[in-house]
Nanobody, 113 residues
Framework: VQLQASGGGLVQPGGSLRLSCAASGSIGSIDLMGWYRQAPGKQRELVAIITRDNANYADSVKGRFTISRDNAKNMVNLKMNSLKPEDTAVYYC?????????WGKGTLVTVSS
């Protein structure tokens, strides 16, 4: 199973970006998909996760970020609005399928003027 993330880049404060992550390979039933991030010098942290029933967000992104999934395509997306410099980080997608954890390589998001 491979996770391919895309959509990172440089954006000004207040701007928007959309991250996408596609799971490919011999993937079974997906239990959850999510996004995490790691800023320089900090630990990796949860941004948002989504199951078939609901979504959960870190307090720092509530109201600004929206996670969604496309079950038919095994994809998870993260729409990020009102971006702040403190959102700068490498963003990683994660999926849990049949009890196994998979991580993508990460995509860099830089919020700077």
């Amino acid at each position: 199973v491979q996770l391919q993330a895309s959509g990172g880049g440089l954006v000004q404060p207040g701007g928007s970006l959309r991250l996408s992550c596609a799971a490919s390979g011999s993937i079974g039933s997906i239990d959850l998909m999510g996004w995490y991030r790691q800023a320089p010098g900090k630990q990796r942290e949860l941004v948002a996760i989504i199951t078939r029933d609901n979504a959960n967000y870190a307090d720092s992104v509530k109201g600004r970020f929206t996670i969604s999934r496309d079950n038919a395509k095994n994809m998870v997306n993260l729409k990020m609005n009102s971006l702040k410099p403190e959102d700068t980080a490498v963003y990683y997608c994660r999926t849990v399928s049949s009890g196994t954890d998979y991580w993508g390589k990460g995509t860099l998001v830089t919020v700077s003027s």
